[in-house]
């Protein structure tokens, strides 16, 4: 609800996509820019699913189709590094 200002689902085993307008669209719309840091995602652009340790469900941005069916957006998903 809060990334897309909507109630999507209350499945806890659903997996997406979503396509509803979300904050990566209105930031987009903003002429804003955005990055989402995940902790343990495989790669920079990793839209898959789990790939342990990471878990997808805990980077909510994975499933918006605005991210997952642009090239140049995907990239935006880092992984979170540790220090």
Do not use: C
């Not at 396509?19 to 495989?42: C, F, H, Q």
């Not at 994975?62 to 991210?67: A, E, L, N």
């Amino acid at each position: 609800m809060l990334t897309t200002g909507q109630i999507v689902t209350n499945d806890d085993a659903f997996t997406g996509p979503v396509s509803v307008d979300d904050i990566v669209r209105d930031l987009l719309a903003a002429g804003k820019t955005w990055k989402s840091y995940a902790e343990s995602i495989p790669s920079v652009g990793y839209t898959g699913g789990d790939s342990y340790p990471y878990a997808k469900r805990h980077n909510i941005l994975s499933y918006f189709t605005d991210v997952t069916t642009s090239s140049t957006q995907g990239q935006e998903s880092r992984p979170l590094l540790s220090i």
